[in-house]
């Protein structure tokens, strides 16, 4: 069992910038792919990006690329989302996940753990 905890969440205006941090605890932190997902109102969860166990190598989805960065800390067991150039349709309710693939998977039944989410308005 792996436990998740989103924070950093908060009200943004356009154009500025949010971290986003999700701190794990039960198993082994490092045994899990770790992704990003979010959901906005009347709207299916969506992928956002995805980090390899080792956090060597990442995945975003178009929208936000170049905008946003994932980046894990497996000494700390939490992983980031350094949001950038926020814009009014970032906003959403942002989810972490876990899946014990060695893959970047982008389906969101595929993960196996959630956190509770972190909310993220962004203001035009």
């Known amino acids: 069992q792996v436990q998740l905890v989103e924070s950093g969440g908060g009200l943004v205006q356009a154009g500025g910038s949010l971290r986003l941090s999700c701190a794990a605890s039960?198993?082994?932190?490092?045994?899990?792919?770790m992704g990003w997902f979010r959901q906005a109102p009347g709207k299916e969860r969506e992928f956002v990006a995805a980090?390899?166990?080792?956090?060597?190598?990442?995945y975003a989805t178009d929208s936000v690329k170049g905008r946003f960065a994932i980046s894990r800390d497996n000494a700390k067991s939490t992983v980031y989302l350094q949001m950038n150039s926020l814009k009014p349709d970032d906003t959403a309710v942002y989810y972490c996940?876990?899946?014990?693939?060695?893959?970047?998977?982008?389906?969101?039944?595929?993960?196996?753990?959630w956190g509770q989410g972190t909310q993220v308005t962004v203001s035009s």
């Open positions: 996940a876990a899946h014990p693939s060695v893959a970047l998977p982008r389906v969101a039944a595929s993960y196996i753990y």
């Open positions: 980090i390899t166990r080792s956090g060597l190598t990442t």
């Open positions: 039960g198993r082994t932190f490092s045994g899990y792919t």
